[in-house]
């Protein structure tokens, strides 16, 4: 197992160095000098040629390019040209509102698309099946930020103008309230929870569209297999057939495919983080480009891939302890 | 006689998305003729501004659905915006695929290390989060309808790449390929003439799909700013300007975010038709 994940490792480090050297070429290839943006117009001819020796731009190209991974590697990103303070100090700041939206969207994802397409495999062919590949199928096209203005729709504005009960008036805006510093503890949480609410359902009904029709597909094939005839055969329950039998083997795929969404997840955040205004990556490197803040968007591009990568690995852990044939290195 | 054809009954799906792609092709070329009022045309902004759907302003025109903040008429602007969503969305889908092609092509047929880098590069760039990427790209350029273009077409090569790589892998070990090359044909008509004509079928498929992606992207950015620029209408700009007025005048936003819904449906059920036909034919 150890061989398979290192494996996995090596094969990520493609990945990496493919955006590292995306961000470094179109940097490079863009129009406009980052001295001249950083300085301003005004500057003098010897402040920029100056400053353009300090940051090394007037060195050959290729020696900047691998000058510009050893920097990643050894976690120098640079810094922010709007915050003044380094990009790794910004990002950080990000991280774990970012992982805590994503974890929490894909745990309700996998939850609910489990659930569904287990019902729908169950039922096939039945108008309730019809009906939920239907609403799957609109869900998984719907794009987040439409989703995600339906909701504060409904759940920020429509509740208060309907009247609704206070628990069901959700934030729109933000990961607390003005002023939850004076709450007591447990209520701060309470408040945190609440605002986690309308992102959080935004990413994981989406998520959940795809995650039920997969699911369902791949619980029709393991119906058909010669073992569920057989636990049939010695007169087992459907119920203990499906849960048993069937789904356990149809799950083991999904945990790779959970890792296959994360691009996708990670490019709907970006939307969901600045229509909530949930302080997390997406948001910042959204800002970053309204900013033009190069070094924060070239680090944020990059730290999304990593993310990717380790989720990957972390999908190809799970599914490894899941099942016992993928611990045998191919 | 009667012809026996399998698997060849109308699909629903297809039906739809054909179906709503060509009237929004339609009402995109049409324009002002099938609205109304023109897309531009802003009168006295405080008479007519915010005008709620199916009713008349004081000028006594009909506003279909309604006005924006600047007492536009929206469907009009929902029209010019299709203009703009569609032409991205074909012309950034057509450069995915037209590069998918390439790559896909090359990587089948000439194999070895060649096809591993391309495999390894393809792997890659799936890895990266797309909506990150484009940032990227839009940030470094001014925001405008051609780097949006560019920058969707850049990033969506990567499936289109493996399903010809696929096809085009599977097609060269056949007979005729081989009879083909022993009539002295030079591998470039090889591969243009007889493998790739077997790839048109999932690559189409892949298309359809990367048309509504397109649109999708090209809303998300206009939405975020970074996209088609206002005072051109975009269905993403008109989200943004009419997010401001979510709780006054909610036709604004839920109108244009409708229609890219629908529309990312439409080209995700003809795509899911179009791929079920496919498979039942072989």
């Excluded at chain 1, 961000?23 to 301003?40: C, E, K, N, Q, S």
């Amino acid at each position: 197992m150890a061989t398979a994940l290192l494996r996995r490792l090596l094969a990520a480090g493609p990945t990496v160095l493919l955006v590292l050297t995306v961000t470094f070429a179109a940097l490079h290839l863009a129009p406009g000098d980052p001295v001249r943006l950083y300085l301003g117009p005004d500057a003098d001819q010897g402040a920029a040629a100056a400053m353009r020796h300090q940051l090394g731009l007037d060195r050959p190209a290729a020696l900047q390019y691998v000058e510009w991974l050893g920097r990643f590697a050894v976690g120098d990103w640079g810094e922010s040209i709007a915050q003044r303070r380094p990009v790794t100090a910004v990002l950080a700041d990000a991280l774990a509102p970012t992982v805590t939206l994503v974890g929490l969207s894909l745990l309700l994802t996998w939850l609910a698309g489990i659930s569904i397409g287990a019902l729908q495999a169950a039922r096939a062919r039945s108008r309730l099946d019809t009906t939920l590949t239907g609403v799957t199928s609109a869900l998984q096209a719907v794009p987040s930020y439409v989703l995600a203005l339906g909701l504060v729709l409904v759940f920020a504005y429509g509740a208060a103008l309907w009247h609704w009960p206070a628990w069901l008036r959700l934030p729109a805006l933000g990961a607390e309230s003005i002023g939850s510093g004076f709450l007591s503890p447990w209520q701060r949480l309470a408040d945190r929870m609440r605002h986690l609410v309308l992102p959080v359902t935004t990413l994981a009904l989406i998520g959940a569209g795809g995650a039920a029709r997969y699911v369902r597909a791949s619980t029709l094939e393991a119906l058909r297999q010669p073992s569920v005839r057989a636990a049939r055969a010695r007169g087992l329950t459907e119920f203990r057939v499906l849960f048993r039998h069937a789904l356990r083997n149809a799950l083991i795929p999904v945990i790779t495919l959970a890792g296959l969404q994360l691009p996708a997840l990670f490019s709907g955040v970006v939307f969901v983080e600045t229509i909530f205004g949930w302080p997390g990556m997406g948001r910042v490197a959204v800002q970053a480009v309204l900013a033009r803040d190069y070094p924060v968007v070239m680090a944020a591009t990059a730290a999304f891939a990593v993310l990717v990568v380790v989720g990957n690995l972390l999908a190809d852990a799970l599914a490894a302890l899941a099942d016992p044939r993928l611990r045998t290195a191919r | 006689m009667r012809a026996v054809r399998t698997g060849s009954h109308r699909d629903a799906r297809v039906t739809f998305g054909v179906a709503v792609l060509a009237l929004l092709a339609a009402g995109a070329l049409l324009g002002p003729a099938v609205s109304g009022p023109g897309a531009a045309d802003l009168g006295d902004i405080v008479a007519r501004r915010f005008a709620g759907p199916l009713s008349r302003t004081g000028d006594g025109v009909l506003h279909l659905l309604g006005t924006d903040n600047f007492g536009r008429d929206l469907a009009a602007r929902l029209l010019a915006g299709a203009r703009v969503s569609l032409a991205v969305g074909v012309l950034a889908a057509l450069a995915a695929s037209g590069i998918g092609v390439l790559l896909g092509a090359v990587a089948g047929y000439a194999g070895r290390t060649t096809d591993r880098v391309i495999v390894v590069l393809t792997d890659a760039a799936l890895a990266i989060p797309r909506v990150p990427l484009l940032l990227l790209l839009v940030a470094l350029f001014q925001p405008g309808l051609l780097i949006t273009i560019v920058a969707i077409g850049l990033t969506g090569w990567m499936p289109v790449t493996r399903l010809v790589r696929a096809e085009v892998r599977a097609v060269r070990q056949r007979l005729f390929v081989e009879a083909a090359h022993a009539l002295g044909a030079p591998s470039s008509l090889v591969v243009v003439r007889h493998v790739l004509p077997h790839a048109a079928a999932p690559a189409l498929v892949a298309t359809a799909l990367g048309v509504g992606n397109a649109i999708m992207l090209e809303a998300g950015l206009s939405f975020l700013g970074l996209g088609v620029q206002p005072p051109t209408p975009s269905w993403g700009n008109m989200i943004a300007a009419g997010r401001d007025a979510l709780v006054v005048a909610p036709w604004v936003a839920l109108a244009p975010a409708l229609l890219v819904a629908l529309v990312v449906l439409a080209c995700s059920l003809l795509a899911d038709g179009l791929e079920a036909r496919l498979a039942g034919e072989r």
